[in-house]
C-alpha cells in the first residue's frame, strides 16, 4: 500500500520559514516524479513544485520561484519543500503527490497517480 506523509506544516510569521516533508512507503521512489500541491481556504488546489526521479528536473509556480527549494532523497524515500520568505498567500493545506512518468511539472492533478493528505500552512501577517 501506498502511502504519503506530509510533515513540518504550522503557523509562521510573514517574512518565516518552514520546511515541508514528504515521507513515502510503499513505492519505488526512484521510480517517480515527486510534488507539491496547495489548497489555499476557499480555493481549488494549485501546483506549487516538482521534481523528476533523478532531481535532474524542477519547477515552480511563479508565485513561489526563488523563495521555495524541492529536494529528494531517494535513499531515505523523502522529499523535502523549503519554504522561506512566507507571505500571507502561502496559508494552505499542502499536499505531497507521486507521479509515475510524463511531464514533471505537470499542474493538472489528475495527472498525479498517490497523494498524501496534507499538512496546514498558516502564515500570519
Known amino acids: 500500500q501506498v502511502q504519503l506523509v506530509e510533515s513540518g506544516g504550522g503557523l509562521a510569521p510573514a517574512g518565516g520559514s518552514l520546511r515541508l516533508s514528504c515521507a513515502a512507503s510503499?513505492?519505488?521512489?526512484?521510480?517517480?516524479?515527486m510534488g507539491w500541491f496547495r489548497q489555499p481556504p476557499g480555493k481549488e488546489r494549485e501546483f506549487v513544485s516538482a521534481?523528476?526521479?533523478?532531481?535532474?528536473?524542477?519547477a515552480y509556480t511563479d508565485p513561489v520561484n526563488g523563495r521555495f527549494t524541492i529536494s529528494r532523497d531517494n535513499a531515505k524515500n523523502t522529499v523535502l519543500l523549503q519554504m522561506n520568505s512566507l507571505k500571507p498567500e502561502d496559508t494552505a493545506v499542502y499536499y505531497c503527490?507521486?507521479?509515475?512518468?510524463?511531464?514533471?511539472?505537470?499542474?493538472?492533478?489528475?495527472?498525479?497517480?498517490?497523494w498524501g493528505r496534507g499538512t496546514q500552512v498558516t502564515v500570519s501577517s
Open positions: 521534481i523528476s526521479w533523478d532531481a535532474g528536473s524542477l
Open positions: 503527490a507521486a507521479k509515475y512518468g510524463g511531464r514533471v511539472g505537470d499542474p493538472d492533478g489528475g495527472k498525479w497517480n498517490y
Open positions: 510503499g513505492l519505488t521512489l526512484s521510480s517517480y516524479g
